[in-house]
Nanobody, 126 residues
Framework: QVQLVESGGGSVQAGGSLRLYCAASGLTYSYHLMAWFRQALGKERERVAVISPNDCTTLYADAVKGRFTISRDNAKNTLSLQMNSLQPEDTAMYYC???????????????????WGQGTQVTVSS
């Protein structure tokens, strides 16, 4: 079955950096759109960044544009999220998600992604 396993979360001070990783198995990775979502306490899950299956076209939420970078390695079935200039409002559980399809065929809603990891916590203190 499909497995997505995140790692790399932790606690940092404002202005710091973290890099998240997601290892995928059980799916044809190069056919899948990959995304990072986050969910803060009491808030809805939101898509942070998404990357297309093959040409690595990316889209970012306005809140993270210029600070976060999503990347993928189709040879290793891995996904990464480099997060710089972290702010307390970036504190959330971060999830890796996958959906078969192209970048613009998949809506931004979490419901459009059938495969999810267990999440990794990111905490940013001021």
């Amino acid at each position: 079955q499909v497995q997505l396993v995140e790692s790399g979360g932790g606690s940092v001070q404002a202005g710091g950096s973290l890099r998240l990783y997601c290892a995928a198995s059980g799916l044809t990775y190069s056919y899948h759109l990959m995304a990072w979502f986050r969910q803060a306490l009491g808030k809805e899950r939101e898509r942070v960044a998404v990357i297309s299956p093959n040409d690595c076209t990316t889209l970012y939420a306005d809140a993270v544009k210029g600070r976060f970078t999503i990347s993928r390695d189709n040879a290793k079935n891995t996904l990464s999220l480099q997060m710089n200039s972290l702010q307390p409002e970036d504190t959330a559980m971060y999830y890796c998600a996958a959906a078969a399809g192209s970048l613009f065929s998949i809506p931004t809603s979490p419901d459009a992604f059938p495969y999810w990891g267990q999440g990794t916590q990111v905490t940013v203190s001021s």
